[in-house]
Structures are given as structure tokens and as C-alpha cells.
């Protein structure tokens, strides 16, 4: 049973800091690239940040570029998002996903509130 768990999500000061780790299991981790989506309250999901299966290859969504850093470590089965300078757009509930050509996870989410 493939499991996608995510966690860091917190309530944070515009500017700061956040990092979100997304940890797999029930599957080969080494074969999926995974990828980052939030979904703000009535807005469509959308990509944030993707990276290959081996991490040479990293994309972002042009809101986060110069902002966002998504990296994983294969040996522990674990891609994170690190956030910095958090805006008030970035406000939204943050799902953790795994793709292969035919095969695609997603976890439950984990909630980032940018407030003061």
C-alpha cells in the first residue's frame, strides 16, 4: 500500500520560513519523480515545485522561482519543500505527489497559513 505523508505545515509571519517533508512508503521511491501542488480555498491545484527521480532535474511554478527548493533524499524515502520569504499568496493546503508514466500518488495535504 502506497503511502504519501506530509508534514510541516504551520502558521507563519509573511517573510518567513517553512520546510514541508513528504515521506514514502509502499513504493520504489528512486523510480518516481515527485512533485509539490497547493490548492488555495477556490482555486484549481496547481504545481509548485517538481523534481526528477534522481534529483538532477528540478522545475518550478514562476511564484516560487528564487523562493522554493525541492530536493529529495532517496535513502530515506523523503522529498521536502523548503519555503522561504512566504507571501500571503502562498497561503494553501499542500499535497506531495509521486509519478511515474503510469502510476501517480498523492497524499492528504498539509495546511501553510502566510498571516500576520
Known amino acids: 500500500q502506497v503511502q504519501l505523508v506530509e508534514s510541516g505545515g504551520a502558521l507563519v509571519q509573511p517573510g518567513g520560513s517553512l520546510r514541508l517533508s513528504c515521506a514514502a512508503s509502499g513504493l520504489t521511491f528512486s523510480s518516481y519523480a515527485m512533485n509539490w501542488y497547493r490548492q488555495a480555498p477556490g482555486k484549481d491545484r496547481e504545481l509548485v515545485a517538481a523534481?526528477?527521480?534522481?534529483?538532477?532535474?528540478?522545475n518550478y511554478a514562476d511564484s516560487v522561482k528564487g523562493r522554493f527548493t525541492i530536493s529529495r533524499d532517496n535513502g530515506k524515502n523523503t522529498v521536502y519543500l523548503q519555503m522561504n520569504t512566504l507571501k500571503p499568496a502562498d497561503t494553501a493546503v499542500y499535497y506531495c505527489?509521486?509519478?511515474?508514466?503510469?502510476?501517480?500518488?498523492w497524499g492528504r495535504g498539509t495546511q501553510v497559513t502566510v498571516s500576520s
Open positions: 505527489n509521486a509519478a511515474t508514466t503510469n502510476r501517480n500518488y
Open positions: 523534481i526528477s527521480n534522481t534529483g538532477r532535474t528540478t
